[in-house]
């Protein structure tokens, strides 16, 4: 008589979290995009926190559009400190335009489900 008890049963199957649909995928990465406009950076970092590992085009548009926020942070505190030699005045409007212009491409291309990568900008997060 053997007093081996063989091999551990297999793990419980534990189901993943389901696969998102291509109208989820679109109303989120929206609000990624747009988002900022209401909670600033927060909301691509939400968006992307949540999202990253049920969709892969939400975790590059996350990551997108979280890299965008923090480089446009970066540039407006840069054209605020630079009001001090006067050039702030013309730069700052400047940021503010190209950060609401930028966003607005950004929405129309994935509200089409098309990937936009920003220009301008630092890839921080990766």
Request: charged share 15%; hydrophobic share 50%.
């Amino acid at each position: 008589m053997s007093t081996d008890p063989g091999p551990p049963p297999p793990p419980p199957y534990v189901a993943g979290p389901p696969p998102m649909r291509p109208d989820e995928e679109k109303l989120w990465a929206i609000g990624a995009h747009l988002g900022p406009l209401v909670i600033g950076v927060f909301a691509p970092l939400i968006v992307w926190l949540v999202f990253r590992d049920r969709s892969a085009y939400l975790d590059r548009q996350g990551k997108e559009a979280l890299n965008m926020q923090i480089s446009f942070l970066i540039y407006f505190i840069v054209a605020g400190f630079s009001v001090i030699l006067l050039v702030g005045l013309v730069l700052l409007p400047v940021v503010g335009i190209t950060w609401l212009v930028l966003m607005i491409v950004a929405t129309v291309k994935v509200a089409n489900l098309e990937d936009y990568r920003y220009p301008l900008i630092f890839r921080l997060v990766t």
